[in-house]
């Protein structure tokens, strides 16, 4: 097996320190550095990502090619001392925004998120697309036996409830009476569990895009105001609106309809916070891809609402390869209110990139001094940032794939890059990018788009040309 390198990149001077196998430097003072414990002779090439956006977002790059877990590294995995869960658990749902705990990533943080992961797995495997099917589009299987048909038997976890959702558009829709669609599921920890948790667990996972309503709904990029607390509108927190229509919506059509996600997802929680209630307990949300927004909208809905602060309740989101959900608005009002939400996002990833491809956290304000007229309708990431970096020729659409991002989770592999090329050819186009803005901002003339579908295509160019 080939030896490799740890690699740290000197921002300011683009510059590599190379250390070998065998030495372990010191803590080093760059931000948003993250290393995985290694399971097997080969290390984990590391890079490190600036965070360019939010003081709160640290990058974790791992570079690979192939996710595939092998039994000895699951082996070594369990052979490994394992840190309780019990006495850190309100760290891991994110207390303290994870400070600490991904610089480096925390062995028992990784494990937490691979379980999340797998959680949301579980939706997909157990999605029936079979068009012949009696349950086509719904679960294949009953609350009692769904984690145990997709391999989950010993989670420690009961399916509670079932959720379904459909987005407010008229559009012709795959074979079926209805347009609602199992979304997802609410399950609590069992007794058992609760002994290795350290408290009464909450757990609401989402899966990603599959209907057309819901491709739809993905491409619905026009911000909305949320207003999802009557007594205050808060016009100028706005999300997706077609996240929001999926949220929102019921079958006010049919008689028989369900409730809209929303409703039935705030029921079962009051719910179950009322029978728990008196117990440590806590709201884990997952999701991958459009379900990830959901799982953050839920998350802000809660805290808006105030469903979990008289009991003192942490809500905690994990999102996999999620798209931006609102505006500046809305992510300075889930900070007010202690939203956590932990993002684990490939770099390559152009799902993450979206809505708000252009106009973004990155280009609101130009040098710290210049203020775009529509700051306030940019598209804004919320939470803390994990990037992973993984790439393959031969099946590009891994980089969206959640079973990829599990797997390189579990077990990092690594490959060279030439990270000097990289960094130098993103400096360039980002800064090609801001002259151009910045010439437009301050000019009179009216707007016009060349110069921004210009850079945009140099960005897809750079994109191309990493990968050739």
């Known amino acids: 097996m080939a030896s490799s390198t740890i690699q740290i990149l000197n921002t300011k001077t683009n510059n590599h320190v190379v250390f070998s196998d065998n030495f372990r430097p010191r803590r080093p003072q760059y931000f948003g550095q993250v290393s995985l414990p290694m399971k097997t002779e080969t290390t984990s090439s590391v890079r490190q990502l600036s965070s360019s956006y939010s003081s709160s977002s640290v990058a974790a790059t791992f570079l690979a090619t192939t996710t595939t877990t092998t039994a000895a590294a ?15 658990w309100r760290d891991i749902q994110g207390s303290n925004n994870w400070e600490d705990l991904v610089d480096p990533l925390d062995p028992l943080l990784r494990r937490e998120i691979i379980r999340c992961g797998e959680f949301v797995s579980a939706c997909y495997k157990a999605f029936d697309l079979d068009p012949s099917s009696k349950r086509y589009l719904n679960c294949k299987y009953g609350k009692r036996n769904m984690l145990r048909e997709v391999g989950l038997e010993n989670s420690g976890y009961e399916v509670t409830k079932y959720i379904y959702a459909t987005p407010d558009i008229n559009i012709p829709v795959q074979t079926g009476a209805d347009c609602s669609r199992w979304i ?71 008689k028989f309809g369900p409730e809209s996600c929303r409703e039935q997802l705030l029921s079962e929680i009051s719910r179950l916070i009322s029978k728990y209630r008196g117990e440590e307990l806590s709201i884990t949300l997952a999701g991958h891809s459009m379900g990830s927004s959901l ?11 105030g469903l979990a602060k008289n009991d003192n309740i ?17 992510k300075k009002r889930c900070e007010e209110l202690g939203v956590k939400v932990l993002r684990v996002v490939n770099v390559n990833d152009p799902i993450t990139k979206m809505p708000g491809v252009l106009f973004n956290e990155n280009f609101r304000v130009l040098g710290g001094r210049y203020e775009f007229p529509w700051s306030c309708s940019c598209y804004t990431h919320v939470g803390v940032e994990l990037v992973l970096d993984f790439f393959n020729m031969q099946n590009p659409s891994c980089v969206h794939d959640l ?3 599990i797997g390189l989770l579990k077990c990092p592999k690594t490959v060279d890059q030439d990270v000097d090329q990289i960094s130098q050819r993103v400096n360039m186009i980002g800064e090609e990018f801001f002259n151009r803005a910045k010439d437009f901002i301050l000019s009179a003339q009216n707007f016009n788009m060349l110069p921004w579908l210009i850079a945009a295509g140099s960005m897809v160019n750079l994109v191309q040309s990493q990968r050739t």
Request: proline fraction near 8%; avoid cysteine.
């Open 184 to 254: 997802g599921y609410v399950a609590v920890s069992s007794d058992e569990a609760v002994r290795r948790l350290g408290r009464r667990d909450v757990l609401i996972t989402f899966r990603g895009t599959v209907t057309n309503p819901e491709w739809i709904a993905n491409f619905m990029s026009s911000l909305t105001p949320a207003r999802l607390d009557p007594h205050y509108p808060r016009p100028d927190v706005k999300v997706e609106s077609g996240f929001l229509s999926l949220y929102t919506s019921d079958e006010s059509s049919s």
């Open 74 to 88: 699951a082996a070594i995995e369990t052979r490994r001392p394992q840190p309780k869960l019990a006495n850190r």
């Open 403 to 405: 079973e990829t991002y």
């Open 314 to 330: 942490p809500v905690a989101v994990f999102s996999f390869g999620g798209p931006r959900v609102g505006n500046s608005g809305f």
């Open 295 to 305: 799982a953050v909208l839920l998350a802000y809905d809660i805290a808006e609402l």
